[in-house]
DNA sequence: CTGGGGACGGGGCCC
DNA sequence: TGGGCCCCGTCCCCA
């Protein structure tokens, strides 16, 4: 004899004493925010709290402490929500985050669901693209972003599935055998309204979706030692599953390509399925999708800082490790090969005049220009002519990476503290 | 508070 | 069509 609101009244019951902090033994703090829950039903949930508390299971009787920084306080409601509910309130805004933080800890049931969120997002989009081919008018909406509401789904009751499944193609799904009843999927018209994102609320998105995650536990600090810049940068340890979702969308993006015909020639657009962002070229839609996902396919060799696009680490390489401005760091004129020297800082290097490094009393390093041609990336190991120095650079920078703190010229430095610390490493991450 | 340096996203051009 | 490169504007961090 099975009761069938059994399950749901339980967990109905456990989010009742987690909201009155009843037997809460688990304080989980997220950018300054305390949430209090039951370390049994975080275990139960997320493979991260379960390899967490696992680790802490001899000190049961200590209150659990986790600290996140990896996402925002918002985010984590809607996880731990989901959680001591089923409910899984995800947005056009959120359900990137959402998506990272599932994947941090390890929720893949969760993740599952946000990509089908994005897949629906990419319905969407062919449904507009139809409704575009569809268009004569030539005032019908020329920017691409009114439209009108598609859908709001809900999810339906089924209490008897007893296994995790999705079912894309309805729309709808069902995590560990707990139906949503909630799916606030934001109608189009309404998206349109908050989901444009500005570039600075991309650039805080991007930042709180790369954030370290921090541990109280001493042993789960970020691998390497990193600045408060690196931090912002760097990728989240979702990287790797960002990029299958990634993987995932690129497939769908393949086929998503939205025609305006309000142009005499009609013209073929990429649309950006988390933003209303439109390109003209798939390549840029690409590109431009690695904004989103967070995704950061080329590592600097020098410094191992990564970057989402190629053109943006030729020019990291250049500015910061090769000394092309030929600019005087310190008084800032012009120099040349004959008026100053290239001086090198950890693995920075820049130029000074031959007055200002008079002045600090230094001279240049030799420079192997033939060892420095081979300091690139293995995963690009054919796009090594951009690695090709100009002819007034003569320094090895296999020889800094190999020594870099022996052969140190100036030792005043700001980020020397990572470079120090941190070991260059070729493509691992 | 301000200016400079660097990162980053978008757009465009060339091959 | 995609990759590479360059330019521009914006933002953030830091001195």
Same mark, same amino acid.
């Given at each position: 004899?099975?009761?069938?609101?059994?399950?749901?009244?339980?967990?109905?019951?456990l989010?009742?004493?987690?909201?009155?902090?009843?037997f809460? %033994?688990?304080?989980i703090?997220?950018?300054?925010k305390?949430?209090?829950?039951?370390?049994?039903v975080l275990f139960?949930s997320?493979?991260?709290?379960?390899?967490?508390?696992s680790?802490?299971?001899?000190?049961? +009787?200590q209150?659990?402490?986790?600290?996140f920084?990896?996402?925002?306080?918002?985010t984590? /409601?809607?996880?731990?929500?989901?959680?001591?509910?089923?409910?899984?309130s995800?947005?056009g805004?959120?359900?990137?985050?959402v998506m990272s933080?599932? #994947?941090?800890?390890?929720?893949? %049931?969760?993740i599952?669901?946000c990509?089908?969120f994005?897949?629906?997002?990419l319905?969407?989009?062919e449904?507009?693209?139809?409704?575009?081919?569809?268009?004569?008018?030539? %005032?019908?909406?020329?920017?691409?972003?009114?439209?009108?509401?598609f859908?709001?789904?809900?999810?339906?009751?089924?209490?008897? #599935?007893p296994?995790?499944?999705l079912s894309?193609?309805?729309g709808?799904?069902v995590?560990?055998?707990?139906?949503?009843s909630?799916y606030?999927?934001h109608?189009?018209?309404?998206?349109?309204t908050?989901?444009?994102?500005?570039?600075?609320?991309q650039?805080?998105?991007?930042?709180k979706?790369?954030k370290?995650l921090?541990?109280?536990?001493? +042993?789960?600090?970020a691998?390497y030692?990193?600045?408060?810049?690196?931090?912002? /940068?760097?990728?989240?340890?979702?990287?790797?599953?960002?990029?299958?979702?990634?993987?995932?969308?690129?497939?769908?993006?393949?086929s998503t390509?939205?025609?305006?015909p309000?142009?005499?020639?009609?013209?073929?657009?990429?649309?950006c399925?988390?933003?209303?962002h439109?390109?003209?070229?798939k390549? %840029?839609?690409k590109r431009?999708?690695?904004c989103h996902?967070?995704?950061?396919?080329?590592p600097c060799?020098a410094?191992?800082?990564?970057f +989402?696009?190629l053109?943006?680490?030729?020019?990291?390489?250049r500015?910061?490790?090769? *000394?092309?401005?030929?600019?005087?760091?310190?008084?800032?004129r012009?120099?040349?090969?004959?008026?100053?020297?290239?001086?090198?800082?950890g693995?920075r290097?820049?130029?000074?005049?031959?007055?200002?490094?008079?002045e600090?009393?230094?001279?240049?390093?030799?420079i192997d220009l033939? *060892?420095?041609?081979?300091?690139?990336s293995p995963?690009?190991g054919?796009?090594?002519s951009?690695?090709?120095?100009?002819?007034d650079?003569?320094r090895?920078?296999?020889e800094?990476?190999?020594d870099g703190? *022996?052969d140190?010229?100036?030792?005043?430095?700001?980020?020397?503290?990572?470079e120090?610390?941190?070991?260059i490493?070729?493509?691992i991450?």
């Open positions: 004899m099975e009761i069938s609101t059994h399950q749901s009244h339980l967990l109905q019951q989010n009742e004493q987690r909201r009155q902090d009843v809460c %033994d688990c304080s703090l997220v950018e300054g305390v949430f209090k829950a039951h370390r049994n139960a997320s493979g991260y709290f379960k390899m967490l508390l680790q802490n299971s001899k000190e049961t +009787s209150p659990t402490t986790a600290t920084q990896a996402f925002s306080p918002d984590f /409601t809607v996880i731990l929500d989901f959680v001591y509910s089923g409910k899984l995800l947005t805004q959120n359900v990137i985050e933080a599932a #994947s941090f800890l390890q929720m893949t %049931d969760v599952s669901v990509k089908t994005i897949k629906s997002s319905d969407i989009s449904k507009e693209k139809d409704r575009y081919f569809s268009l004569s008018d030539k %005032d019908a909406n020329s920017n691409g972003i009114e439209r009108s509401s859908y709001s789904s809900g999810w339906q009751e089924e209490s008897s #599935s296994h995790s499944h894309s193609d309805q709808t799904g995590i560990s055998g707990k139906s949503w909630k606030n999927y109608p189009a018209s309404q998206r349109n908050q989901q444009p994102l500005t570039k600075h609320e650039r805080k998105d991007s930042i979706k790369s370290h921090r541990l109280s536990q001493p +042993s789960e600090v691998p030692k990193s600045s408060k810049r690196e931090a912002r /940068t760097s990728d989240s340890s979702s990287h790797i599953s960002q990029s299958e979702e990634q993987a995932q969308i690129d497939a769908d993006m393949d390509p939205v025609s305006y309000y142009d005499d020639l009609p013209r073929m657009r990429f649309k399925p988390y933003c209303t439109v390109v003209k070229r390549a %840029d839609l431009h999708l690695r996902t967070g995704e950061r396919p080329y060799q410094c191992g800082k990564r +989402s696009r053109d943006h680490l030729s020019s990291h390489f500015t910061i490790h090769q *000394a092309c401005k030929l600019i005087c760091r310190k008084c800032k012009h120099v040349t090969d004959l008026t100053g020297q290239v001086v090198q800082e693995t290097r820049y130029r000074l005049c031959n007055e200002c490094l008079a600090v009393g230094i001279d240049s390093l030799p033939e *060892a420095e041609q081979h300091l690139m995963s690009d054919d796009k090594d951009r690695w090709h120095l100009s002819e650079e003569n090895s920078y296999v800094i990476v190999e703190s *022996a140190l010229v100036i030792q005043q430095v700001d980020d020397s503290e990572e120090e610390e941190k070991e490493k070729p493509n991450r």
